[in-house]
């Protein structure tokens, strides 16, 4: 089996205990509102129940989008909904993505406003290896010597093999947008949620904040 699918194998198999796991939180039926920010349809593909799905991503993801979900162009720091607009509002490694610290406290206020309960997953900043270049340590080091390192070789450009365009829109993404989060900074964006530490060899890989 080549590295990639061993790879996208072992995610996939992360995902859908996940979603199980979403599931039994919320009691999960086929007349939940829900709400995906920043998501597609694979997370939903692996789930045993399908809710009154709507997807929310920025405009380039359309073409990834069922036909049987609602899909709207958005943006998760402004979301065009009303307050508690949806039983639940649902999101997996997203936030970490939107920029800086008051962009993600605005994505967290977002959440807590639309969603009369909410599920936000991120990756663990702690945990050894970052999962969006899956080289380990790399996210520890001061950004200088991350952009200096990245540039030359990460373990996903060995895995994926992307074409030229993408490793480099995927690396400059990477390094000047992704801001990981550990369990403090989580708690300080969702006052009053819990915490579900996901594990992985004893040690936190994700955290979700859950209310």
């Known amino acids: 089996m080549a590295a990639n699918q061993w790879l996208e194998g072992a995610l996939r198999g992360f995902r859908r205990r996940r979603m199980r796991r979403f599931e039994r939180t919320f009691a999960l039926t086929e007349a939940t509102r829900v709400l995906d920010v920043g998501g597609t349809p694979l997370n939903w593909s692996l789930a045993s129940v399908r809710p009154r799905l709507t997807l929310l991503n920025m405009p380039r993801a359309q073409e990834r989008a069922e036909a049987a979900a609602r899909w709207v ?25 939107v920029g800086t610290p008051e962009d993600q406290r605005a994505f967290a206020r977002e959440v807590a406003r639309v969603g009369v309960h909410y ?21 520890y080091l001061p950004r200088r010597w991350q952009a200096v390192l990245a540039r030359r070789l990460t ?33 300080s964006l969702f006052p009053g949620a819990r915490l579900i530490r996901e594990r992985f060899l004893g040690m936190t890989k994700s955290l979700i904040a859950v209310r």
């Open 119 to 139: 599920w936000v997953q991120t990756p663990n900043r702690w945990f050894p290896v970052e999962l969006h270049l899956l080289t380990p340590f790399l996210h």
């Open 155 to 187: 373990v996903w450009e060995m895995v994926a093999r992307p074409r030229p365009d993408q490793r480099t829109y995927y690396i400059e993404h990477y390094l000047k947008d992704i801001r990981l989060l550990d369990a403090r900074a989580v708690r």
């Open 73 to 97: 162009a958005g943006d998760g720091r402004r979301l065009p909904f009303a307050d508690q607009s949806f039983d639940i509002v649902f999101s997996n490694s997203v936030i970490e993505h």
